[in-house]
């Protein structure tokens, strides 16, 4: 099994974190911020990554420590579930529809993290999670876990469908470049014989 656990505690955040790729969708999130609780949920469900996520976050202050360690925390998580990355699928791309909204998420596991984001929302908060703080969880995850991410709203109007769409795209992207391809014997898949760097 495939699996990583992260426990990282500052003086802003206690976190603890555990991945199983191999997984079935299973999650158990609390993070203090429901519609964050929510996104991660989408992401285990969708992924078929199993996701244990406890934070104790200083919400006291903002929500975005919370957010920002969160997303390290899980993507260190996944990085050490992938270990050297041999066999893996390493791209995913996904067009992922929800209503009247359509995103488009393409991401490498290449150990060379950088996020292009093409998206946005016309309010400040959905529930009570600030909007400004999705897209700093997609580049703290592209950042700790190594990988090129490109995200894109195509068009939608409904600010939750638009970020529960760029989740689920992203889930089904990790899920299609995280899988075992049988016929890669377990080989790195890249020319240089490593990722990264």
């Known amino acids: 099994m495939r699996t990583g656990k992260i426990e990282r505690n500052t003086s802003e955040t206690a976190i603890r974190v555990e991945v199983n790729l191999d997984g079935s969708g299973r999650y158990d999130v609390a993070t203090g911020i429901g519609f964050l609780d929510h ?12 996701v244990t ?3 104790n976050g200083d919400l006291h202050v903002d929500q975005h420590h919370t957010t920002e360690d969160s997303a390290i925390a899980l993507g260190q998580a996944l990085a050490q579930a992938l270990g050297d990355m041999g066999g893996i699928g390493r791209y995913g791309q996904v067009y992922s529809p929800m209503d009247e909204t359509l995103a488009r998420v393409a991401l490498d596991i290449s150990g060379r993290p950088y996020l292009v984001w093409r998206a946005g929302f016309s309010q400040e908060k959905l529930g009570e999670w600030d909007t ?3 897209e700093h969880w997609f580049h703290s995850v592209s950042q700790a876990c190594g990988i090129t991410l490109h995200i894109e709203l195509i068009y939608g109007t409904n600010n939750h469908h638009i970020c529960e769409a760029i989740y689920k795209g992203f889930a089904r992207a990790m899920r299609a470049a995280v899988e075992l391809d049988p016929r890669k014997n377990g080989a790195i898949p890249s020319t240089k014989g490593q990722l990264g760097g």
């Open 53 to 55: 996520m406890h934070v």
């Open 39 to 50: 996104m991660v949920e989408q992401f285990s469900r969708h992924s078929l990554i199993d």
């Open 132 to 134: 400004e703080l999705i």
